[in-house]
């Protein structure tokens, strides 16, 4: 995971959260809302749905329904060259990516 990630999730889930393992983590505006038992929870009482009533909605965007020809509508794609380490490996050493974004 990208440092940058990893210490924004640090801060948004404490000390308490940030160690444990197991994905996913939701969030919704910058809530912790829980993992895979708390979100299927959530589901099983009919309260996820209310929870994401605050969300956009991909078709609720002008041209959302088109998906996105980048990515073929996975959202997150590492980028081809570094694969999201932001270094690459050229003439026998490693150096920084700088056609990286933050995210890969």
């Known amino acids: 995971m990208h440092l940058g990630f990893k210490e924004e999730l640090k801060e948004l889930l404490g000390e308490e959260y940030y160690g444990k393992r197991g994905l996913p983590k939701v969030f919704i505006e910058k809530k912790y809302i829980g993992g ?7 589901h099983d009482d009919k309260k996820l749905e209310k929870l994401l009533d605050c969300c956009e909605r991909i078709y609720d965007i002008e041209g959302g329904d088109d998906g996105c020809e980048a990515c073929g509508n996975i959202k997150f794609v590492p980028y081809e060259t570094c694969y999201g380490s932001c270094k ?3 003439e026998g050493e490693y150096e920084e990516d700088d056609n990286c974004e933050v995210g890969g």
Do not use: F, G, N, P
Request: avoid cysteine.
């Open 88 to 90: 690459i490996y050229y």
């Open 36 to 42: 895979v038992e708390e979100i299927q929870k959530l």
